[in-house]
């Protein structure tokens, strides 16, 4: 069971890194940290970009499914915000096993990522 967990685990976090993988959808990602935690509207992030709004849409969309950022709707405005608890698991993650190959950190000293984000995910 706990190899199936496992899996599941890496392919989410694998998801969520493809999903930061392209170009414009980085740029996002950075630009909705610099705003934080207020965020910003979709025309802030287009004119801060210089993104086409239909490709805006689609980039925004595809960080949204992956959880990485969350959307609110404030009378007409979209707003959307970077999801900093699912980037700081994506980062424990990363790093739950660095050094210790080596013992110089023991696995214990090193924060566990949540399961919450597997339980997360939208089909």
């Keep these: 069971m706990e190899t199936k967990?496992?899996?599941?685990?890496?392919?989410?976090?694998?998801?969520?890194?493809?999903?930061?993988?392209?170009?414009?959808?980085?740029?996002?990602?950075r630009l909705l940290l610099a705003a934080h935690?207020?965020?910003m509207v979709v025309g802030e992030i287009q004119e801060?970009?210089?993104?086409?709004?239909?490709?805006?849409?689609?980039?925004?969309e595809k960080?949204?499914?992956?959880?990485?950022?969350?959307?609110r709707r404030q009378r007409t405005?979209?707003?959307?915000?970077?999801n900093t608890e699912a980037l700081s698991e994506l980062?424990?993650?990363?790093?739950a096993e660095c050094c210790t190959r080596n013992k110089a950190i023991r696995r214990a000293a090193?924060?566990?990522p949540s399961a919450g984000l597997i339980k997360r995910r939208r089909s």
């Design 110 to 112: 090193i924060a566990r």
């Design 63 to 71: 960080l949204k499914n992956e959880g990485l950022v969350g959307v």
């Design 37 to 39: 935690p207020q965020g």
């Design 77 to 82: 405005y979209l707003w959307y915000t970077a």
């Design 91 to 95: 980062l424990s993650f990363l790093y």
């Design 5 to 29: 967990t496992r899996g599941r685990e890496v392919a989410r976090y694998a998801e969520m890194m493809a999903a930061m993988g392209a170009e414009p959808r980085l740029r996002i990602m």
């Design 48 to 60: 801060e970009l210089d993104i086409p709004g239909s490709t805006l849409s689609h980039h925004l």
